[in-house]
Each structure stands twice: as C-alpha cells, then as structure tokens.
T-cell receptor
Framework: RKEVEQDPGPFNVPEGATVAFNCTYS??????FFWYRQDCRKEPKLLMS???SGNEDGRFTAQLNRASQYISLLIRDSKLSDSATYLC????????????FGRGTSLIVHP | DGGITQSPKYLFRKEGQNVTLSCEQN?????MYWYRQDPGQGLRLIYY???????QKGDIAEGYSVSREKKESFPLTVTSAQKNPTAFYLC????????????FGPGTRLLVL
C-alpha cells in the first residue's frame, strides 16, 4: 500500500461547482498535513495546512480524519483559475522533517 | 525579495556527462531538499540537509551527489551513473520547527541529448 494515496482524476467540473478531494495515508503516526497546489510545469506552492479541528481559507476547506486516516480538501464556487494539480503532503513526527507527497489530483474547471 | 532560486531553468546533458543544478535561498532556512518529479508522478526525495556540512540520502540518491558548504546553497550534481536523469528537479527549503512547511524553487528541467 502506498504511504499517501490520491485519486489522480482528472476531476472535470463547471465553474461555480463544489468539488472535494480525499487523500489517505497509511502511517497512523503522521502528525502534520498539508495541501499544495501545482500548476503545469511549475513548482508546488503551499495552499493550506490541515489542522485537527479543520480549517477554512476563503473558498477552501481542509479537514483531517485521524480515525480513518485521510485528509480532504473542499473547493466551493470553483473558478477557472483553480485548475491545477493538488498535492497532499503528510509528515511523521520526530526530528527529521521528511514529508511524503501524494501523486496529486488533477482538477479542470471549465466554463 | 526573499526566496529560493534555481538555475538553470532548462539543462541539457550529454551521455556520460556530469551536470550540476544550482539551488540558493535567502530565507535563512536551515533545511534544504532536492526532489525529482517525473510526468504524472509525485515528488521523490533525492537528498536533504538539515544543517550546514551535513546531508542525508533520500529514497533515490543513487547517481546523485550534493554538498552543503553554506547555509544558503545546496547544489545537486547529476552524475553519469544516473541512467535516467530526464526529469523536473525541485529544490525546497524549510525553517525548522513544528508546523513549518517547505517552500519550493521554480525547478530545473533536465533533458538528456
């Protein structure tokens, strides 16, 4: 089983739609979680951290479910500019910060 | 401006040639990382360094070498031993501390001629 798994998609949605991605992780000792956005042929950029209590940033909501070992990203009112690949990142606790990246979920928002 | 720079943006390598990819950061971050990304794949860790003059192998270190003589710089050499070097190479840095995350440079695309 891969350490961090994501549905590669693509998720093809119209503008204004609500879309959600999940990311499952295998190591129950994982402590920190993030969502990154990567545009085609560009570097990943931090979208948001994921906190135990869940967190929201504008149209984006991230949640953590430790019992089922997954994190989610919800995007409301999708914009054309949201089209990108969304990477899930999971990190174990401890002194060395060695995050594990999922392969990413592709989102295409069309007019 | 503070940030991470990588150069060159594109690099061509001939068979049997070593090439060095540059990564510089002025964020005063202690930790630096090198990743490789192949099309449709996630990021795979090549090497990382938590402190100057120290570095550790990642998951795919074979055929690569690094140095960390200065806090700001973490160059990656792709040696001729790396048989399939064509990929997108990303450098990242991070301030140490719980909850701190990585910031990435713009990447270098390496192509084999």
């Amino acid at each position: 089983r891969k350490e961090v798994e994501q549905d590669p998609g693509p998720f093809n949605v119209p503008e204004g739609a609500t879309v959600a991605f999940n990311c499952t992780y295998s190591n129950s000792a994982s402590q920190s979680f993030f969502w990154y956005r990567q545009d085609c042929r560009k570097e990943p950029k931090l979208l948001m951290s994921v906190y135990s209590s869940g967190n929201e940033d504008g149209r984006f909501t991230a949640q953590l479910n430790r019992a089922s070992q997954y994190i989610s990203l919800l995007i409301r009112d999708s914009k054309l500019s949201d089209s990108a690949t969304y990477l899930c990142v999971v990190n174990l606790s401890g002194g060395s910060y060695i995050p594990t990246f999922g392969r990413g979920t592709s989102l295409i928002v069309h007019p | 401006d503070g940030g991470i720079t990588q150069s060159p943006k594109y690099l061509f390598r001939k068979e049997g040639q070593n090439v060095t990819l540059s990564c510089e950061q002025n964020l005063n971050h202690d930790a630096m990382y090198w990743y490789r990304q192949d099309p449709g794949q996630g990021l795979r860790l090549i090497y990382y360094s938590q402190i100057v003059n120290d570095f550790q192998k990642g998951d795919i270190a074979e055929g690569y070498s690094v140095s960390r003589e200065k806090k700001e710089s973490f160059p990656l050499t792709v040696t001729s031993a790396q048989k399939n070097p064509t990929a997108f190479y990303l450098c990242a840095s991070r301030r140490t501390g719980y909850g701190e995350t990585q910031y990435f440079g713009p990447g270098t695309r390496l192509l084999v001629l």
